[in-house]
């Protein structure tokens, strides 16, 4: 007897990045013969795709995908719009489909939809050009400061080396009075569906190895041109992503190509293990390899009702 009565399933793939997310989905979604909603905070923005690792066309075409390359660049977007837009498309797919799949690496976006998020404040543009205008000036150990005297809790559990994580944390405290944890705290909601955890991983050698190789996938597919084609927005947020802020410093004359693919490497070697440490504390992911589909089918089968 499956261990939950629900009639519907949220399927959620994550992982690390390059760790085979986008093709299991895919694969999950012809077999259950439903829809797949992004769950990566930069596939969002429409003119960011070799970087990003988007979904290519053939990928979009073998599957109905939802939430890529819908946002404009100079949109601002956070977790609380992406669960009001998850939740609307979910409706949609569950009217005619039992299940529906998450897909995605960005674990905050992930754990909107599935436990909900408290109501963060609308940014305040002011306040937000401020803060960016102090760390430009002052380095990221300002904004860390800043963060350990504002929110002490916040700032043991944040990425200190993540300068968007410090200064959304110091511009909600600033704007409200409150504390950036006091909105990570509210109860866990429960959702009218049920919902099966997937992870994918490797070997970390293999993982890295499949990094190192999509990165240079990405540059042959034309990704220094991308960039390029982008220098008069790097100033917004959707701009501060592994593989366009290296290729930024290749064209500043900062450094050189191979010494910009090879950052690239690295730093998403590091936002790898980010994601992994994210994802390693819910308990309620089941863990597979990528190859195997197989498995994953059939744990998916057991945790759900087949109709």
């Known amino acids: 007897m499956p261990e939950n009565k629900k009639q519907k399933t949220l399927i959620v793939v994550s992982g690390p990045t390059a760790s085979g997310k986008t093709q299991v989905a895919i694969r999950l979604a012809q077999h259950f013969e439903t829809s797949i909603i992004s769950a990566d905070s930069r596939q969002f923005y429409q003119r960011l795709k ?3 690792a988007a979904p290519r066309p053939d990928e979009l075409a073998a599957a109905t995908h939802y939430l890529v390359g819908n946002l404009s660049i100079e949109d601002y977007y956070n977790a609380s719009h992406f669960e009001r837009d998850a939740l609307q498309i979910l409706d949609k797919i569950f009217i005619k489909n039992e299940t529906a799949i998450l897909a995605g690496g960005s674990g905050m976006y992930i754990d909107a939809v599935c436990k909900g998020i408290d109501d963060m ?8 050009e401020s803060i960016h205008s102090q760390f430009q000036e002052k380095g990221i150990e300002f904004l860390q400061e800043q963060v350990k005297t504002l929110d002490p809790e916040y700032y043991e559990m944040v990425d200190k080396a993540n300068p968007n994580r410090l200064k959304r944390a110091i511009e909600v405290c600033r704007q409200t009075g409150r504390t950036f944890t006091s909105f990570r705290q509210g109860r866990k909601v429960e959702r009218n569906f049920a919902i099966v955890k997937i992870g994918l991983n490797m070997p970390r050698p293999e993982l890295f190895e499949r990094i190192a190789q999509r990165t240079d996938a990405m540059i042959v597919q034309g990704l220094v041109e991308e960039v390029k084609s ?12 592994v593989g366009y802020k290296e290729i930024f410093e290749y064209l500043d004359g900062n450094i050189t190509l191979d010494r910009a693919i090879e950052n690239i490497k690295t730093n998403t ?3 790898a293990k980010r994601q992994l ?10 863990w597979f390899l990528p190859s195997q589909i197989e498995e994953i089918i059939r744990y998916i089968e057991s945790k759900k009702i087949i109709q």
Request: glycine content about 6%; overall charge positive.
């Open 277 to 286: 440490t994210w994802l390693k504390r819910d308990e309620e992911i089941k």
């Open 121 to 128: 404040p609308d940014a305040d543009m002011e306040l937000r």
């Open 269 to 271: 070697r590091r936002y």
């Open 230 to 241: 982008l220098q008069g927005f790097r100033h917004l947020n959707a701009m501060n992503t």
């Open 50 to 52: 070799i970087g990003t």
